[in-house]
């Protein structure tokens, strides 16, 4: 099995409301699956699970065969739903602190992205609107040699430019020996990317499967799924 | 770009790259956009064109060679049915259009015809 992620029967509490009850998941390597659900799905839960800063009630969670730990840490490259870099810090700056924590960063890759989001080198984040921030972020996650790439919203409140350059950056960088997952509640704009969709409400599993065979099945896109699911 | 349909993608992509080659815009022998640029162009995963690829390659419209991509048919017979098969699948959506307009199929002839002249 090449499978990079495998969930099974995760759950997560808080105090007495389940945030995920149940879920199993599995992913192959060169998949590109799409959490989807409404804010307060389970979603945001998810991810934290699958970056080990919490813990599960219930279940396991293996990332390349092991739980969330130091390996995997240094196996996924996380983009998360809000700017994690510094207000002081100039795009040089950034590459820099990437260079520093992982050994996956591949410094060429990352002037290509640069050059293809058209962010210029000695630019202050702090003067950065939130597309051009949430570019840069985007540069920097993918410029490291990842086996997982999970992204968190990635083109929540951005212009339709920097959306498109977005959706373009992650096509270009799909890697056959690797995976993405990518939450959105924007389908519409990104269903066209993923190879599995996951829909999550209320921390359950409501609906999971190829996007391709889904849309021959339901006869409908994966949007107007979404739409008759949670509308 | 936006699927509308309720049909998967690939096979959305099939159609557009069937209209390329009828129009010429792939001529014939061509080789096609390479996978990753193709998903790129199109905004969708690769796996998606690899997929639509593949049934165009089932359906004898493209062959690919090993290492060098994936081209257009040179066979003439192949292509000229393409092209009789999609002008047929026009020619039956127009009819099931005029149809719910209120025309009756014997009606259609003579619209066409004058169409025709009108548009001379």
Partial sequence: MDNIVEIRGLTKRYDRKEALKNIDLSIEKGKVVGILGPNGSGKTTLIKLLMGLLHPNKGEIKIDGESPGIHTKSVISYLPDRNALYGWMTVKDAIQMFQDFYQDFDLGKSEELLKFMKLDKDMKISNMSKGMKEKLNLAMVLSRRAKVYILDEPIAGVDPVARDQILDAIIDNYKEDSAMIITTHLVRDMENIFDQVVFLGDGEIILSGEAENLREEKNMQIDDLYKEIFG | ?120
Avoid at chain 2, 45 to 71: A, C, D, K, W
Wanted: hydrophobic share 40%; glycine share 8%; proline share 3%.
């Fill in chain 2, 1 to 120: 770009m936006n699927f509308d349909s309720g049909l998967p993608i690939y096979m959305q992509i099939v159609e557009i790259i069937k209209a390329r080659i009828v129009t010429g815009t792939l001529e014939r022998g061509e080789k096609l956009p390479s996978v990753r640029d193709m998903a790129t162009e199109l905004k969708v995963n690769p796996n998606t064109i690899q997929r639509s690829y593949g049934e165009l390659e089932r359906e004898h419209i493209v062959f690919t060679q090993r290492g060098m991509g994936t081209f257009v048919t040179e066979d003439e017979s192949v292509l000229k049915s393409l092209k009789a098969t999609m002008a047929r699948e026009k020619m039956i959506s127009f009819m099931v259009d005029m149809e719910q307009l209120g025309y009756t199929r014997d009606e259609l002839p003579g619209i066409l015809e004058e169409m025709i002249v009108e548009g001379k």
